[in-house]
């Protein structure tokens, strides 16, 4: 299969992955042929691109790091979690101002009523990528508007356990990470007029309440199960910044591998945060709900982010994260604009799967330099210094 941009997308072609709406509910079966309805439908729901079958390029696979059925848990826990909890906001409070105050006061309004869910979705994650042992960040689900508060929080639970694992955090810690990312935006549930929207759409006062989501979003840990102490300050420092401009405490970082210990969180950014503050910045800017007003390629967003490492991202996890994100992600569209075969330069070609170096990757050919359908061939670079590629679309 291959990656198609939706306004390629064509009556009549078959469909290689599944399509879902909001809570996860199935438009369109994979294997399944295309009509303009189906397409029009996709566009509304606000996906980019879908996964195609197509001769020639059937062992294309892209492989997440977690099971859909992983994916559909672990989404439906948090989307059970954000309803519940905004229906009893809405049936206890009159007023769409919340304060720290009023968590602090009712507790059980501004908790969690499904913290074994949550918990359960949380081991799966963690055992799939265990399991799996994926080593680079290729394929993960796409973000649209009705879909971004719950699947944006399951990628970066997913993103953050990789890179934890690179870290060498044991299974324990794992969990907590992975917890701590899961619920990293659940503050937001007493803002509505801010939940899922990008930042950059809010107006000056929407953005004071919005830096308030990691305050509340820590209470609301806290009042759930007062011992989840680090998903507390994971949820708490995750807009923090290297430098001390962040929010909402205003604190420092060492920029030092998140594995150290002996640190009190009142004093420094909290480990994890460390590394869901990066994860959750790179997972915004691939799809369009960052500062920028436009999806940026996995290399330009992780370009971004490496360019305020040491400021504003710990420079340890931003280079250990560099190390595990595909450039070219599976089944995506790129043109070779230098190889050691320059006969080919120019061409076009599917990613057919990632090497070692994610820089070369494997690919089959699909058109010439005027755009003309080729034969489909295999081509490894792995071992071609001059290589460059262009990532279409």
Known sequence: MRRVLIDDVEPGMILGRSIFSEANNLVLAAGKELDPQYIKRF??????????????????????????????????AVLDGIEKMSNAIRMKTETESISREMLQEQQKVFSLPNSNELSLAVAHIVRDVIESN??????????????YIYRHSVNVAVLSVLLGRKFGFTSKQLRELSLGALLHDIGKVCMPRILGRPKRDLDEDEIETFKEHPVF????VKNTNPSLFTEYFTVLHHHEWQNG???PQGLTGDNQPPTRSGQRPSEKIFRFAEIVSV??????????YGELPRPLTPADALGTIISLSHKRFNQNVCHAFSQIVCLYPTGSLVQILDCSQP???GFFAVVKEQNFDSTRPVVILYADTEGSRVKPFTLDFMDDPRLRLRLMG
Not at 45 to 72: D, H, Q, W
């Open 43 to 76: 566009r509304e729901l606000g996906y980019s691109s879908v996964f195609i079958e197509e001769k020639g390029f059937e062992s294309v696979n892209p492989m997440e790091a977690i099971s859909t059925t992983t994916r559909t848990v672990a989404e439906r």
């Open 217 to 220: 979003g820590a209470l609301i």
């Open 279 to 288: 994860v959750e910045a790179f997972d915004n800017l691939v799809n369009g």
């Open 343 to 345: 006969k080919y330069n």
């Open 134 to 147: 994926v080593t680079l960040v290729d394929v993960f689900a796409e973000l649209t508007h009705e879909t």
């Open 245 to 247: 401009n962040g929010y």
